[in-house]
T-cell receptor, first 114, second 114 residues
Framework: SQELEQSPQSLIVQEGKNLTINCTSS?????LYWYKQKYGEGLIFLMM?????EEKSHEKITAKLDEKKQQSSLHITASQPSHAGIYLCGAATITQGGSEKLVFGKGMKLTVNP | DGGITQSPKYLFRKEGQNVTLSCEQNLNHDAMYWYRQDPGQGLRLIYYSQIVNDFQKGDIAEGYSVSREKKESFPLTVTSAQKNPTAFYLC?????????????FGAGTRLSVL
């Protein structure tokens, strides 16, 4: 079965600093999703990557998928307190019945100090 | 507003009791999912449904049951057979269960045992 490992497990940064989160898969990624979660709340979709070498950006967040499609990174530029939360990566997997389900990493807790 | 509504936000279960968590969506999505989130363990798939009157077990279905009588609704029952039900439960939905179809999440229900 596919497993995702996120690193680091947690991170504390000063406001304004850049940071990178990594998500490494045990198998080739067919689709990689990044979500953000505030404690006790639902997941907010950030970005989805499918192609090797693909890169997407939204505001100050950039996500990349490596050429071999086994690792993704999420980079935050000039972090703000609003970036604080738990970041989860999810990998699309195909079930025996041909449908898709997501397998998630354990998440990375980000704290941004003002 | 379109979205996914989970209720209640907090739920308490007594020993031997079955409880039902509600999930309603007005996004006209075909697929719906239930996940369980425990601290430090990420999200794990309980059940999912692609169409009305059909659903499949996820990775941790034991002690849970679901129904899909309407496209908009996918309630989850936590039965007395689930010995460790305390967790944060998240419902999600997507248009189709193929790679590239984004899953959108509700705000979650926190279940505790009295």
């Amino acid at each position: 079965s596919q497993e995702l490992e996120q690193s680091p497990q947690s991170l504390i940064v000063q406001e304004g600093k850049n940071l990178t989160i990594n998500c490494t898969s045990s198998k080739t990624l067919y689709g990689l999703y990044w979500y953000k979660q505030k404690y006790g709340e639902g997941l907010i979709f950030l970005m989805m990557l499918q192609k090797g070498g693909e890169e997407k950006s939204h505001e100050k967040i950039t996500a990349k998928l490596d050429e071999k499609k086994q690792q993704s990174s999420l980079h935050i530029t000039a972090s703000q307190p609003s970036h604080a939360g738990i970041y989860l990566c999810g990998a699309a997997t195909i079930t025996q019945g041909g449908s898709e389900k997501l397998v998630f990493g354990k998440g990375m807790k980000l704290t941004v100090n003002p | 507003d379109g979205g996914i509504t989970q209720s209640p936000k907090y739920l308490f279960r007594k020993e031997g009791q079955n409880v039902t968590l509600s999930c309603e969506q007005n996004l006209n999505h075909d697929a719906m999912y239930w996940y369980r989130q425990d601290p430090g363990q990420g999200l794990r798939l309980i059940y999912y449904s692609q169409i009305v009157n059909d659903f499949q077990k996820g990775d941790i279905a034991e002690g849970y049951s679901v129904s899909r009588e309407k496209k908009e609704s996918f309630p989850l029952t936590v039965t007395s057979a689930q010995k460790n039900p305390t967790a944060f439960y998240l419902c999600a939905s997507s248009f189709l269960d193929r790679v590239g179809d984004i899953q959108y999440f509700g705000a979650g229900t926190r279940l505790s045992v009295l």
